[in-house]
């Protein structure tokens, strides 16, 4: 399979082909995803919360993303691999935000970068464009600013869907290849999805999004915190995870592991008893 790239979203949205995506943070990961056939692979902020335990995305850092970006790329050469900028990575002026873009770019070697806002950041994605990088916008729901927001909850109802709709043109007009619409409404995904020339790809964003993504870790049962309406859970892993450890656990605790089968030669019994 050829490499996937913007092109190839872009002539999948025209043809009405739908859009695969998920999250990887590691090389394991990465190679399974690979193998799956998924598309796009986004290693994303929220690691913080799936793989390192903290309860939101805001203390990520430049370092910890490029950290993982790493070993995705390693495992997955097929998939558009997108790297998250974290929070304050990109707020402060144009000049820190393609400085951060380039880092992810050069150090981490994903294909494109994804960042959180609509119009506000509309000239920052345009700068970061310009100096060619690729920008993926992610609008409705962006859990960088999550107390912003009021908390994990739907965005654009009623009126607010005229803001979600004028943030995702602003991305579009700024220069950026896709949006990810997380937590909108089903209609209001549909008309921007319709509205747009780019990919949309939809977490929480409803049926007619171009593509859906969902974090590797809950779709297989693995973090098991909370469970977002919008996840399909396809695998409880957990469990299953848990009852092999505990087997282990036994088997030490028994001497029935490890068997012989499990063991090295080389040692004759005249040598051994050399040693004594």
Known sequence: MAKITTHKLQEMKVK?????MTTAYDYPTACLVEKAGIEIILVGDSLM????????????TMDQMIHHIKPVVLGAPTPLIVGDMPFGSYNVSKEQAIMNATRLMKEGRCDVIKLEGGKEVADTVKAIVDAGIPVMGHI?????????????????KGDAAKDVLEDALALEAAGAWGIVLECIPDELGKLITEK???PTI???????????VLVFHDMMGLFDKFLPKFVKQYLNLTPE?????????AEVKSGAFPEEKHTFGGVT????KRLY
């Open 196 to 198: 747009l020339t780019i």
């Open 202 to 212: 939809g977490i929480g964003g409803g049926r007619y999004t171009d593509g859906q």
């Open 49 to 60: 919360m799936t793989v390192l335990g903290d309860d939101s995305t805001v203390a990520c």
């Open 140 to 156: 409705g729901l962006t859990p960088q600013t999550v107390s912003k927001l009021g908390g994990f909850k739907i965005q654009g």
């Open 16 to 20: 009405g082909e739908k859009i695969s």
């Open 269 to 272: 019994e005249e040598e051994l």
């Open 241 to 249: 995870i848990v009852k092999a450890l505990e087997e282990f656990k």
